[in-house]
Structures are given as structure tokens and as C-alpha cells.
């Protein structure tokens, strides 16, 4: 149960800095698991997004395709808050 929540967070995560347009990228390492389980495999709407972060805290935490797919969440939630601050308004290097 703790690890579903933890997957949870992890999507959610990447879900709030999904683009204006309410679209979300799908991790290179997550396309293998999203095109099993239906869903496409470059963007994801915002009610896919909802659809596969309910499907995915169903499935089988051993399954490889699962592990692989939540480390490279976990990886890339760093590198989404790092692109965030620096779109920052007054993190700009070319003045105030």
C-alpha cells in the first residue's frame, strides 16, 4: 500500500508540471509498459494521464516494465523541478 502511494505521488508530481496545453510527456523508459497497457506512448491528456495513474497503482510492483517505469519517474521528477525554478520570473541571468 505504501508503494502505490509513493507511485502515486511520483505521477502526481509529474503531472503538475505537466504544459499549458494539459498534456503530459511519457518517460522513454515508460513507452514499453504504456503501449501494453493501451495508453500512447509520447503524450499523455490529462484524462489519460488520470486513467494511468489508477492503472498503474493496480499492477504487479515485480513486474519488470513497472520497475523500470517508476524508477524513470523518480528520475525524472528532479529534472522537472530543476526546469520549473529556472523558468522562474527574476531567475534570469540577463538581468532584473
Given at each position: 500500500m505504501m508503494l502505490a502511494r509513493a507511485l502515486i505521488v511520483a505521477v502526481l508530481?509529474?503531472?503538475?508540471?505537466?504544459?499549458a496545453l494539459g498534456q503530459t510527456p511519457?518517460?522513454?523508459?515508460?513507452?514499453?509498459?504504456?503501449?501494453?497497457?493501451?495508453?500512447?506512448?509520447?503524450?499523455?491528456?490529462?484524462?489519460?494521464?488520470?486513467?494511468?495513474?489508477?492503472?498503474?497503482a493496480k499492477l504487479n510492483r515485480t513486474d519488470p516494465l513497472v520497475v523500470s517505469c517508476r524508477a524513470a519517474?523518480?528520475?525524472?521528477?528532479?529534472?522537472?523541478?530543476?526546469?520549473?525554478?529556472d523558468q522562474q520570473p527574476g531567475n534570469s541571468t540577463y538581468g532584473p
Open positions: 508530481a509529474l503531472a503538475g508540471t505537466a504544459s511519457v518517460p522513454a523508459d515508460c513507452a514499453p509498459l504504456a503501449a501494453r497497457e493501451g495508453f500512447p506512448t509520447d503524450v499523455l491528456t490529462d484524462m489519460q494521464l488520470a486513467r494511468a495513474k489508477a492503472r498503474m519517474i523518480q528520475s525524472e521528477k528532479p529534472r522537472q523541478n530543476d526546469t520549473a525554478a
